[in-house]
């Protein structure tokens, strides 16, 4: 059965007062709650309150003035914890510039007209406006405050987007081929003694069939010779061509594949796995050939002969154990039987 007695009356606690005293007091403390220096204030208050102001003084570094001014204010407001925030010191009537509205409608129009014009070349185009209209003018510095405080930007930093180039090809993973004539290309810069070294390396990702050419630049012509250098040796195997997107491997290099029909595949950018065949071939050919030759250190004649001795070891004796420990010349042999 139910009980005519609002028992809801009874269950909550008695607040003495009026509705809107209740609701100052939650907003007081909501306010005092997100205030991070009203907080520290009231419990510089309450310590101050059991040991006294030179404790206050010692503890937190706030001046006695301070401390009593906090306190001062805290009992003014009858206990009310939202006084201890922080007011806004910014004063209540603001100086404003005085100069001729027709000087910043002539700075708008001349930055809708003609885009970003800065400041300084603001300040000569408007002294002559001035002088037309017999004003003062403005200097550049002011100009600059009306620019920022009415928002004179009327067109953003324009981004152009590179184009893409046609017809690119792209690899996402790297290859797996079972016949001959799939080529990766790649290049290693050295330096000896201030000298700068440029070897231009080829590798085939099936038979692991090298080849390589050293040069004082990292030119496309450059790499178009050691192409032009495969296409002897594979003939119409010459299947494709994998690169990154360095710059030797662009313009006439590029435009060479394309006259002679050979696909020329790009990596993405910061992606040496995908070459991963060829960088493994750089390392193997910095390790076992560029660091081990003093010839380096002389001409060309000697860099080459040497280049093409250690080249013909690689791909005829040189045992390779991702070839069953074959050389790429043993295993392209027995590939090509099978065919």
């Known amino acids: 059965m139910g009980s005519d007695v609002p028992r809801l009356r009874y269950l909550l606690p008695r607040f003495q007062g009026s509705y809107t005293a209740l609701m100052k007091t939650l907003e007081s403390s ?6 991070d220096v009203a907080r520290f204030r009231l419990k510089v208050i309450e310590f101050g309150q059991i040991h006294g102001w030179r404790a206050v003084r010692d503890a937190f570094g706030v001046s006695r003035s ?13 206990g009310r914890l939202s006084s201890l925030i922080p007011h806004s010191t910014r004063p209540h009537h603001v100086r404003q510039m005085q100069f001729d509205p027709r000087l910043a409608l002539f700075i708008r129009s001349t930055r ?3 885009g970003r014009i800065g400041k300084n070349k603001l300040a000569v185009l408007l002294a002559a406006y001035a002088a037309e209209i017999e004003v003062t003018p403005l200097k550049a510095t002011t100009i600059g405050k009306i620019i920022k405080r009415n928002h004179y930007y009327f067109e953003g930093r324009r981004r152009y ?19 001959l004539g799939y080529i990766e290309m790649d290049s290693v810069i050295v330096y000896i003694s201030g000298s700068q070294h440029i070897f231009i390396t080829a590798i085939d990702v099936v038979t ?26 594979y003939g119409d195997q010459l ?47 910095q390790e076992e050939f560029i660091d081990r030759t003093d010839s ?20 005829d004796t040189r045992p390779h154990q991702s070839l069953g420990y074959q050389s790429p010349s043993q295993y392209q042999n027995i590939l090509q039987s099978n065919m």
Request: hydrophobic share 35%; with cysteine.
């Open 30 to 35: 909501c306010a005092f709650d997100a205030s």
């Open 66 to 78: 301070t401390y009593f001014l906090w306190k001062q204010g805290l009992a003014v407001s009858k």
């Open 112 to 114: 809708e007209q003609y």
């Open 161 to 179: 987007k590179k184009k893409k180039k046609s017809g690119i090809l792209r690899v996402k993973k790297a290859p797996r081929e079972t016949s």
């Open 208 to 233: 692991k069939y090298a080849a390589c050419i050293h040069a004082q630049s990292a030119s496309s012509s450059i790499a178009v010779r050691l192409l032009m250098t495969l296409q002897q040796t």
């Open 239 to 285: 299947r494709a061509i994998q690169t990154d997107n360095g710059s030797e491997f662009l313009g006439v290099f590029d435009q060479y594949c394309q006259t002679h029909g050979i696909p020329h595949h790009f990596t993405y950018p910061r992606s040496p796995r995908i070459n991963g065949g060829i960088e493994r071939f750089n390392r193997t050919i």
């Open 296 to 315: 380096l250190l002389l001409g060309s004649p000697e860099i080459s002969a040497k280049l093409q001795s250690y080249l013909a070891w690689y791909n």
